[in-house]
């Protein structure tokens, strides 16, 4: 999971607290790290904990568990993240799997390209554990997340976490603002205040694209 989404969950969560009703919350797996099962380079995994480091330094309350370098072979390979929360969305519980890897891999410092992982968290939020293991390796989970992969990179989304406020079938990027969630939703008050003034009956929904 990408350790800036991590950082961005505090401000994110403020600011969906704040959005109005009529703006649909659409989540995409943006994909980042396609599957392999070969060790880290040394060099990823030191630029990795610089970028802990980073983060920690510039947003307030997050922290890492840099045990996980010492106790995993780490493996750069998000899409097992991703595969495990388009299954838990199929049980309703989406937002909660992604909480879930994140203490997981983050606090716990579990590997969250692992399959134990993911069906520990299962366990965890309460989902069908037997279920959730057949949908995290079955075709049509794949193929979700080929598609969502493919939406992102219409969105213009290449980079992680990435918000964009569609409205009346024009998409406008939102600038993330991992401190203050208030710019974020004045921006996009003021963008559908604009859009919306030669249109009527607004068709709208923020994509918050993660990996």
């Given at each position: 999971?990408?350790?800036?989404?991590y950082?961005?969950?505090?401000?994110?969560?403020?600011?969906?607290?704040?959005?109005?009703?009529?703006?649909?919350?659409?989540?995409?797996?943006?994909?980042?790290?396609?599957?392999?099962?070969?060790?880290?380079?040394?060099?990823?995994?030191?630029?990795?904990?610089?970028?802990?480091?980073?983060?920690?330094?510039?947003?307030?309350?997050?922290?890492?568990?840099?045990?996980?370098?010492?106790r995993?072979?780490?493996?750069?390979?998000?899409?097992?993240?991703?595969?495990?929360?388009?299954a838990?969305?199929?049980?309703?519980?989406?937002?909660?799997?992604?909480?879930?890897?994140?203490?997981?891999?983050y606090?716990?410092?579990?590997?969250?390209?692992?399959?134990?992982?993911?069906?520990?968290?299962?366990?965890?939020?309460?989902?069908?554990?037997?279920?959730f293991?057949?949908?995290?390796?079955?075709?049509?989970?794949?193929?979700?997340?080929?598609?969502?992969?493919?939406?992102?990179?219409?969105?213009?989304?290449?980079?992680?976490?990435?918000?964009?406020?569609?409205?009346?079938?024009a998409?406008?990027?939102?600038?993330?603002d991992?401190?203050?969630?208030?710019?974020?939703?004045?921006?996009?008050?003021?963008?559908?205040?604009?859009?919306?003034?030669?249109?009527?009956?607004?068709?709208?929904?923020?994509?918050?694209?993660?990996?």
């Amino acid at each position: 999971m990408c350790s800036w989404c991590y950082a961005f969950s505090r401000s994110w969560a403020a600011l969906q607290a704040e959005l109005p009703e009529d703006i649909a919350i659409v989540y995409l797996a943006g994909g980042l790290a396609p599957d392999t099962t070969e060790p880290m380079p040394l060099s990823m995994r030191h630029t990795i904990q610089h970028i802990w480091q980073r983060i920690e330094q510039a947003v307030p309350g997050v922290s890492f568990n840099y045990d996980f370098w010492s106790r995993n072979t780490p493996i750069r390979s998000t899409y097992p993240a991703c595969r495990a929360v388009l299954a838990a969305r199929k049980q309703h519980a989406e937002s909660d799997m992604v909480r879930a890897i994140n203490r997981a891999y983050y606090q716990k410092a579990l590997n969250p390209s692992l399959p134990e992982t993911l069906q520990g968290c299962a366990q965890e939020i309460g989902l069908d554990a037997a279920v959730f293991g057949r949908d995290l390796i079955s075709p049509e989970i794949e193929d979700g997340l080929q598609h969502e992969i493919r939406q992102s990179q219409q969105l213009d989304a290449y980079s992680y976490p990435s918000l964009r406020l569609v409205h009346n079938n024009a998409i406008f990027p939102i600038p993330i603002d991992y401190l203050n969630h208030r710019t974020m939703r004045d921006e996009i008050n003021r963008t559908i205040r604009e859009a919306t003034l030669t249109q009527s009956a607004p068709d709208q929904g923020l994509f918050n694209t993660w990996a």
